[in-house]
Structure formats: C-alpha cells, structure tokens
C-alpha cells in the first residue's frame, strides 16, 4: 500500500506537514486499494507509522480495521510492514504485533508469506 512515512513531515516537497495528513493520507490509500483490489492477485501490506510510541500507537488504532476480514472480507489488506520508530524499536514493534494479535489481526493462514 502506497503511505504517507510520518518521516516525511515538514521536509521540502513532500507536501506532509503533520502527523494527521500523514494518517488521513495513508487511511484513504487503503481504502482505495481495498475498493479496488482483486482479491487473490496480489498481496498488500498495511503499514505501521510513527516517529515515538505514543504516534505508533494512535497509527496503528487508527488503521488496522484495514486488515480485519470481518469488515472487508477477501479485500482485507494482507499483512504489516513495519516502518518510521516501529521498525526502530523492538518494543514497539512487539506491542503492536500482541495488539493485532489479540484482535485476530494478523491472519490465520499459517502458510501465509506474510
């Protein structure tokens, strides 16, 4: 899934000037995909932001009924890449993975490449 990365904010041409715009960016890209994907021909990842926890932590509450197959059935994205502090610091990166799993966010398919 094409994201708005929170690195961006405030960096000449990027047009990202918060957090927000960040996030509402990324959440309508998803959306679009999830209207227009052909379930089965290709893989997408949702994608986890933030430049501190506490930014992490509202992306991720903020974005990951993409992935739930209860709302979205076989157009639910696929899976998670890891960006921004969330592929910097292990805890986070643990919290959100027993988040989503708790919330049956992370797929049952165990033969999944994802």
Known sequence: ????????????????????????????????????????????????????????????????HLNDRELFGERALDGWAFAGATRLHLSITLEHLIVLRDEHLLGNDLGSTF
């Open 1 to 64: 899934m094409v994201d708005a990365p929170t690195s961006a904010i405030g960096k000449p041409g990027t047009g990202f000037h918060s957090f927000k715009q960040c996030l509402e960016f990324t959440t309508r890209n998803g959306l679009y995909y999830i209207r227009n994907r052909t379930p089965g021909r290709t893989k997408l990842l949702n994608v986890m932001q933030g430049r501190s926890r506490e930014e992490a932590r509202a992306w991720r509450d903020a974005i990951k």
